[in-house]
């Protein structure tokens, strides 16, 4: 099992930034795929991005179209900690964001942090 803890959510003004942070309870080094996925008020949860563990061959990332270009995914094995830098923020992009791991038979979620853009 892995405990999925995010942090770092807030009220920020458009065009802002902010980043959230997710801290595994134990190793992610063996999980190939972590996500970050999004929540708006009264529409489905959906994926945003993933960083996938590449070995020594370093990470692979994949976006959304929509926060392409501003968002940045990252993942730390040696800390257990995966990021989600956000530049250029929209009121669109207000949601709870929720951190996600797959292991073999199993998915984990984190609870949740909220993030809002608004001036």
């Known amino acids: 099992q892995v405990r999925l803890v995010e942090s770092g959510g807030g009220l920020v003004q458009p065009g802002g930034s902010l980043r959230l942070s997710c801290a595994a309870s134990?190793?992610?080094?063996?999980?190939?795929?972590m996500r970050w996925w999004r929540q708006a008020p009264g529409k489905e949860r959906e994926w945003v991005a993933t960083?996938?563990?590449?070995?020594?061959?370093?990470?692979?990332?994949n976006y959304r179209d929509s926060v392409r270009g501003r968002f940045t995914i990252s993942r730390d094995n040696r800390n257990n900690t995966v990021s989600l830098q956000m530049n250029s923020l929209a009121p669109e992009d207000t949601a709870v964001y929720y951190c996600?791991?797959?292991?073999?038979?199993?998915?984990?979620w984190g609870q949740g942090t909220q993030v809002t853009v608004s001036s």
């Open positions: 996600f791991a797959a292991t073999l038979g199993s998915v984990y």
């Open positions: 134990r190793s992610i080094s063996s999980i190939r795929d």
């Open positions: 960083v996938t563990s590449g070995g020594t061959s370093g990470s692979t990332t």
